[in-house]
């Protein structure tokens, strides 16, 4: 597959994006936040780092840029699009799921592996998982608590569109302990956590690997 | 239009002693830069002179002493003191280049933006020479954390090198903290950076030949950090709280920005370009003017053309102003469209400000206004000097206490004394700090943070960098030349239990008011214990930074020379971690065996903890701990070792608790003590690590050792779930809530 993956000023998880996708025998490239067009490209990944410095609310600006009507367009098509981090809250920002990631409760920034149970092992982006596993993610953010209204979180309880939560202890204050949504087409993910950066035996962890794996089985 | 100089027959005009103050200049300093330009300075050019003779940009006490180290050998690619960084080669193509530095006085008065704008410049520091920043270190030190006041500090300072790094996208993968009573007024922060570049690639911070161009980028100028370099030149006071002005404030996603520019631009199109300079302590003066001088050139600057953030601003303003987030770049003249059009990218506006003339002289402009016209030769070469040096006798007899006179520990204290010291900040776990860094950016992090050193991988490369920084405080007071050279050693060390071969070294020294003879002792002498360690470890000195004048109305800081050591591990794939294993390993202790003497408690931990003082000999055997760097090195690289920690705070009964800890996994030691047990289990005896190895080779190891003139010694066995360690029975749990708590529950308490 060929994967475009977004770079806004701030951005910083972009390479590790890139290499995670290469060792995975696929192509990806970083596509700066002024392109108007995606075509091409058969998956988006939006990384993580702090587009625009954060400035006002995380990903509030970025959702600004060019790039951004294209990646609407491009989501409507049904093709993957995969934001961890602060491009899970840029996918927030830009309406393209529901929710807000609000300041961790702590209000201290947390890096530290977090444990994971995938709630679903029938999406695009888990099949290779089975229902229930529990995955160990690296986290990294300030701002990573899921916050939205009762009837939100109802909704995409029911819908089964909650693939990931926190395991034991909430690093984040995130609401039911959710780490990571989707949209109801069920072709736009967006978690806190870096699977980029468990993809690597090297660095300790490659459970990572089980997102762009199922990716590529469902879409490739 | 106004012409400047005056005549150079005009005497120097009566000077008051409040300008000199603010520029911390003496009065016989503003004599001798009179006679140097043959007319008393104009105000700019003050300023001008003021800032560059700073003790932070000049280096007026600590210059002289520099020469002791060693700088050189086949690895190191640059002159000490000549670019914004040192660099090293590293094998494969790659170079890493380095540097540590201060940001003390800042941090004193505002926490969080003084150690964030630390961070931010460190970094300038590196991808000014063209190189990407790969990982950062933190050494700190606080006053007592029960102080309100320190916690605040050390919350502050915590946060704000995370506030900054983390929105970088470098990793902080390592460093200190420890608290020690003298830092209570005086904080210390010293930020490290290293970043890598293909060979050959290095830009110089150099102006190039005349008619090039000086281009400012990044930030406007405003009147922020005005007078800084000052600043950090003299004591805190009940006043410096009005410095407040003097702190600049950061803003980490302009460095992003920058620093992805630049780091392109170079990579890219270094011919466009002929130096690359930060605008870091005495803004673009310094960084101009340096330029010019490493050129051997002179420059005219046109202040007016020098973006601002701010109406009013006057060139001496515009000239000294620390506002953070800008770098000079000298381009040549053919390419200044290309270079704006390379920033424009980013978003980023790149001004040209001046050009490199051939007359020497430093002008600066003010539209039509000469202001400043003065040789780049006088800027530069501040007066150097060498106070008298005399021990301070409270250290010296302190440093003759002899331990032996304590009582021995009980050995029904023994579990006492041990979670005492787990819970010791300078010992107990420092996940409350870490784990507010993003330490995995850039998945290079091979070893995170809470190990003895730091390794990172170089994509692409088989070999791995290994980075640590350590400073330990009260040895240094004892015993300066000693402490210094201890620092080094246990640098070194931690690097080599990692699996690496130290390679080079880059210091910050941390010391009070030099002009006083019990200081300048610490600083000169320390100097010499650096330099005879680096020597002994084949670590030329590649880059540093001195930072005098720590002191406040409580004291003089006890004086810390920070060492930031690069090791290079020729295998990344075999980096050893501190925690120990599987149940059945061996444990083996390497140097100086189990049984100590009263002695190795001098500057311990223990003392500190359980007798509340800092006393007794402090020593160092070079020898031995250049044979304990080969025998980690040789063992590593054989496959042999599962662990390896170095013995130093707290001894080899803490080094044991904190590898068993980290491996979740216990440890029993079935060698018997013998004589004093304090010592055995918490002397701090050098030149000492612990190691854990399937038994299956631990023949291996013997010889190894053997062949290199080192003792060691089998004294246990990885097991179970306890802490056995002579007279300590302990549940592993328990050992270990008391490290992991101690920190969390003084200081979010």
Same mark, same amino acid.
């Given at each position: 597959?060929?994967?475009?993956?977004?770079?806004?000023?701030?951005?910083w998880?972009?390479?590790?994006?890139?290499y995670?996708?290469?060792?995975q025998?696929?192509?990806?490239?970083?596509?700066?936040?002024?392109?108007?067009?995606?075509?091409?490209?058969?998956?988006v990944?939006?990384p993580?780092?702090?587009?625009?410095?954060?400035?006002?609310?995380?990903g509030?600006?970025?959702?600004?840029?060019?790039?951004?009507?294209?990646?609407?367009?491009f989501?409507?098509?049904g093709?993957p699009?995969?934001?961890?981090?602060n491009?899970?809250?840029?996918?927030?920002?830009?309406?393209l799921l529901?929710?807000v990631?609000?300041?961790?409760?702590t209000?201290q920034?947390?890096?530290?592996?977090?444990?994971?149970?995938?709630?679903?092992?029938?999406?695009?982006?888990?099949?290779v998982?089975?229902?229930?596993?529990v995955?160990?993610?690296?986290?990294s953010?300030?701002?990573?608590?899921?916050?939205?209204e009762?009837?939100?979180?109802?909704?995409?309880?029911d819908?089964?569109?909650?693939?990931?939560r926190?395991?034991?202890?909430?690093?984040?204050?995130?609401?039911?302990?959710?780490?990571?949504?989707?949209?109801?087409?069920?072709?736009?993910?967006?978690?806190?956590?870096h699977?980029?950066?468990? =993809?690597?035996?090297?660095?300790?962890?490659?459970?990572?690997?089980?997102?762009?794996?199922?990716?590529?089985?469902?879409w490739? | 239009?106004?012409?400047?100089?005056?005549?150079?027959?005009?005497?120097?005009a009566?000077i008051?002693?409040?300008?000199?103050?603010?520029?911390?200049?003496?009065?016989?300093?503003?004599?001798?830069?009179?006679?140097?330009?043959?007319?008393?300075?104009?105000?700019?050019?003050?300023?001008?002179?003021?800032?560059?003779w700073?003790?932070?940009?000049?280096?007026?006490?600590?210059?002289?002493?520099?020469?002791?180290?060693?700088?050189?050998?086949?690895?190191?690619?640059?002159?000490?003191?000549?670019?914004?960084?040192?660099?090293i080669?590293?094998?494969?193509?790659?170079?890493?280049v380095?540097?540590?530095?201060?940001?003390?006085?800042?941090?004193?008065?505002?926490?969080?933006?003084g150690?964030?704008?630390?961070?931010?410049g460190?970094?300038?520091?590196?991808?000014?020479m063209?190189?990407?920043?790969?990982?950062?270190l933190?050494s700190?030190?606080?006053?007592p954390?029960?102080?309100?006041r320190?916690r605040?500090l050390?919350?502050?300072v915590?946060?704000?090198?995370?506030?900054?790094?983390?929105?970088?996208?470098?990793?902080?993968v390592?460093?200190?903290?420890?608290?020690?009573?003298?830092?209570?007024g005086?904080?210390?922060?010293?930020?490290?950076c290293?970043?890598?570049?293909?060979?050959?690639?290095?830009?110089?911070?150099?102006?190039?030949?005349?008619?090039?161009?000086?281009?400012i980028?990044?930030?406007?100028?405003?009147?922020?950090?005005l007078?800084?370099?000052?600043?950090?030149?003299?004591?805190?006071?009940?006043?410096?709280?009005?410095?407040r002005?003097?702190?600049?404030?950061?803003?980490?996603?302009?460095?992003?920005?920058?620093?992805?520019?630049?780091?392109g631009?170079?990579?890219d199109?270094r011919?466009?370009?002929?130096?690359?300079?930060d605008?870091?302590?005495?803004?673009?003066t310094?960084?101009?003017?340096?330029?010019?001088?490493?050129?051997?050139?002179?420059?005219?600057?046109?202040?007016?053309?020098?973006?601002?953030?701010e109406?009013?601003?006057?060139?001496?303003e515009?000239?000294?102003?620390? =506002?953070?987030?800008?770098?000079?770049?000298?381009? !040549?003249p053919?390419?200044?469209?290309?270079?704006?059009?390379?920033?424009?990218?980013w978003?980023?506006?790149?001004?040209?400000i001046g050009?490199?003339?051939?007359?020497?002289?430093a002008?600066?402009?003010?539209?039509?206004?000469?202001?400043?016209a003065?040789?780049?030769?006088?800027?530069?070469n501040?007066?150097?000097?060498?106070?008298?040096?005399?021990?301070?006798?409270?250290?010296?007899?302190?440093?003759?206490?002899?331990p032996?006179?304590?009582?021995?520990? !009980?050995?029904?204290e023994?579990?006492?004394?041990?979670?005492?010291?787990?819970?010791?900040?300078?010992?107990?776990?420092?996940?409350?700090?870490?784990?507010?860094?993003?330490?995995?950016v850039?998945?290079n992090?091979?070893?995170t943070?809470g190990?003895?050193?730091a390794?990172l991988r170089?994509?692409?490369?088989?070999?791995?960098?290994?980075?640590?920084?350590?400073?330990?405080g009260?040895?240094?007071?004892?015993?300066?030349?000693?402490?210094?050279a201890?620092?080094?050693?246990?640098?070194?060390?931690?690097?080599?239990?990692?699996?690496?071969?130290?390679?080079a070294?880059?210091?910050?020294l941390?010391?009070?008011?030099?002009?006083?003879?019990?200081?300048?002792?610490?600083?000169s002498?320390?100097?010499?214990?650096?330099?005879?360690?680096?020597?002994?470890?084949?670590?030329?000195?590649?880059?540093?930074?001195?930072?005098?004048?720590?002191?406040?109305?409580?004291?003089?800081?006890?004086?810390?020379?920070?060492?930031?050591?690069?090791g290079?591990?020729?295998?990344?794939?075999?980096?050893?971690r501190?925690?120990?294993?599987?149940?059945?390993?061996?444990?083996w202790?390497?140097g100086?065996?189990?049984?100590?003497?009263?002695?190795?408690?001098?500057?311990?931990e223990?003392?500190?903890?359980?007798?509340?003082k800092s006393?007794?000999?402090?020593?160092?055997d070079?020898?031995?701990?250049?044979?304990?760097?080969?025998?980690?090195?040789?063992?590593?690289?054989?496959?042999?070792?599962?662990?390896a920690?170095?013995?130093?705070?707290?001894?080899?009964?803490?080094?044991?608790?904190?590898?068993?800890?980290?491996?979740?996994?216990?440890?029993?030691?079935?060698?018997?003590?013998?004589?004093?047990?304090?010592?055995?289990?918490?002397?701090?005896a050098g030149?000492?690590?612990?190691v854990?190895?399937?038994?299956?080779?631990?023949?291996?190891?013997?010889?190894?050792?053997? !062949?290199?003139?080192?003792?060691?010694?089998?004294?246990?066995?990885?097991? =179970?779930?306890r802490?056995?360690?002579a007279?300590?029975?302990?549940p592993l749990t328990?050992?270990?809530?008391?490290?992991?708590?101690?920190?969390?529950?003084?200081?979010?308490?």
């Amino acid at each position: 597959m060929r994967f475009a993956v977004l770079v806004f000023p701030g951005t910083w998880s972009d390479w590790d994006c890139v290499y995670a996708l290469e060792d995975q025998g696929q192509t990806a490239e970083r596509v700066w936040h002024r392109e108007a067009d995606l075509d091409g490209f058969d998956g988006v990944i939006l990384p993580g780092g702090f587009s625009y410095g954060d400035h006002l609310r995380c990903g509030a600006i970025a959702r600004f840029s060019p790039v951004m009507s294209a990646l609407e367009r491009f989501a409507a098509t049904g093709k993957p699009v995969f934001g961890s981090c602060n491009g899970f809250q840029i996918l927030c920002e830009a309406g393209l799921l529901p929710g807000v990631l609000l300041r961790n409760e702590t209000l201290q920034f947390r890096c530290q592996p977090q444990e994971l149970t995938v709630e679903r092992a029938d999406t695009g982006f888990t099949n290779v998982c089975d229902d229930g596993q529990v995955v160990q993610l690296p986290i990294s953010h300030g701002e990573g608590q899921y916050f939205a209204e009762p009837s939100v979180l109802d909704e995409l309880e029911d819908a089964g569109r909650v693939l990931f939560r926190y395991r034991g202890q909430n690093p984040n204050g995130s609401l039911r302990d959710i780490a990571g949504i989707m949209n109801p087409m069920g072709n736009v993910l967006g978690m806190m956590p870096h699977p980029e950066r468990a =993809s690597d035996e090297l660095l300790g962890g490659t459970d990572g690997n089980y997102i762009w794996r199922s990716i590529i089985e469902h879409w490739g | 239009m106004t012409r400047y100089p005056p005549p150079a027959d005009a005497p120097p005009a009566n000077i008051d002693d409040e300008v000199l103050a603010q520029i911390a200049l003496s009065q016989d300093e503003y004599e001798l830069a009179s006679e140097r330009l043959g007319r008393a300075p104009s105000d700019v050019e003050l300023g001008m002179i003021g800032a560059l003779w700073s003790e932070h940009c000049g280096y007026k006490h600590s210059r002289p002493l520099f020469h002791h180290f060693p700088t050189e050998d086949e690895r190191i690619l640059t002159t000490l003191g000549e670019e914004n960084a040192g660099a090293i080669s590293i094998g494969g193509g790659w170079v890493a280049v380095m540097k540590i530095e201060s940001h003390n006085h800042p941090s004193a008065i505002e926490p969080y933006e003084g150690a964030a704008t630390g961070v931010g410049g460190i970094v300038r520091d590196i991808f000014a020479m063209g190189a990407q920043p790969i990982a950062l270190l933190d050494s700190l030190r606080f006053g007592p954390l029960e102080d309100r006041r320190n916690r605040r500090l050390c919350t502050g300072v915590v946060a704000g090198i995370g506030g900054y790094g983390n929105c970088l996208g470098i990793p902080t993968v390592g460093g200190e903290l420890l608290i020690g009573e003298s830092y209570s007024g005086n904080p210390l922060v010293n930020a490290m950076c290293l970043g890598i570049a293909p060979q050959g690639s290095l830009i110089s911070a150099t102006a190039g030949p005349p008619g090039t161009l000086l281009m400012i980028v990044g930030a406007d100028t405003g009147r922020d950090g005005l007078h800084g370099a000052t600043f950090a030149s003299v004591e805190l006071d009940e006043a410096s709280a009005e410095r407040r002005p003097a702190v600049q404030v950061g803003n980490p996603f302009l460095e992003k920005s920058l620093m992805d520019a630049c780091v392109g631009l170079v990579r890219d199109h270094r011919d466009w370009l002929e130096g690359l300079q930060d605008c870091g302590a005495a803004g673009i003066t310094s960084s101009t003017v340096e330029m010019a001088e490493r050129a051997g050139s002179g420059l005219r600057i046109q202040t007016q053309n020098v973006p601002r953030r701010e109406s009013g601003m006057t060139p001496y303003e515009v000239m000294l102003s620390e =506002s953070q987030e800008r770098m000079i770049a000298a381009v !040549k003249p053919e390419h200044v469209g290309d270079v704006e059009a390379w920033f424009e990218h980013w978003d980023l506006h790149a001004e040209v400000i001046g050009e490199v003339t051939d007359d020497g002289i430093a002008r600066v402009f003010d539209g039509e206004d000469e202001v400043a016209a003065a040789p780049v030769s006088v800027m530069t070469n501040p007066p150097a000097y060498t106070p008298y040096a005399e021990r301070d006798s409270d250290a010296a007899a302190r440093a003759a206490g002899d331990p032996s006179e304590l009582d021995d520990l !009980k050995p029904t204290e023994a579990n006492e004394a041990l979670l005492q010291l787990l819970a010791s900040p300078n010992i107990a776990s420092k996940r409350w700090v870490y784990r507010q860094y993003d330490h995995m950016v850039g998945t290079n992090t091979v070893v995170t943070p809470g190990s003895d050193a730091a390794v990172l991988r170089v994509r692409g490369l088989k070999q791995g960098l290994a980075v640590c920084t350590d400073g330990p405080g009260r040895a240094v007071e004892l015993d300066p030349y000693v402490g210094a050279a201890r620092a080094v050693a246990e640098a070194a060390r931690n690097v080599a239990c990692s699996g690496a071969r130290p390679v080079a070294v880059t210091d910050c020294l941390n010391f009070a008011n030099p002009e006083r003879a019990p200081i300048y002792f610490q600083l000169s002498e320390s100097i010499r214990g650096m330099a005879d360690a680096c020597r002994a470890f084949n670590t030329p000195v590649v880059s540093g930074n001195a930072s005098l004048y720590n002191e406040s109305e409580d004291g003089p800081v006890t004086p810390t020379p920070v060492v930031g050591m690069l090791g290079i591990i020729s295998d990344v794939r075999q980096a050893v971690r501190m925690a120990f294993r599987d149940e059945g390993d061996e444990v083996w202790l390497l140097g100086a065996g189990l049984n100590q003497e009263a002695a190795s408690l001098g500057g311990s931990e223990y003392l500190a903890v359980r007798h509340g003082k800092s006393a007794g000999p402090v020593a160092i055997d070079l020898k031995a701990e250049t044979a304990l760097i080969e025998v980690l090195v040789e063992a590593s690289e054989a496959g042999l070792l599962k662990s390896a920690h170095d013995c130093s705070d707290g001894g080899l009964a803490v080094a044991l608790a904190e590898s068993a800890i980290a491996g979740e996994v216990g440890v029993s030691i079935d060698r018997p003590v013998s004589g004093r047990l304090n010592a055995a289990l918490f002397g701090e005896a050098g030149g000492r690590a612990v190691v854990s190895l399937d038994p299956s080779q631990a023949e291996r190891l013997a010889e190894l050792a053997s !062949k290199n003139g080192l003792p060691a010694t089998r004294i246990g066995t990885v097991a =179970s779930d306890r802490l056995s360690i002579a007279a300590i029975e302990l549940p592993l749990t328990e050992a270990a809530e008391t490290w992991t708590s101690a920190l969390p529950s003084l200081l979010d308490g």
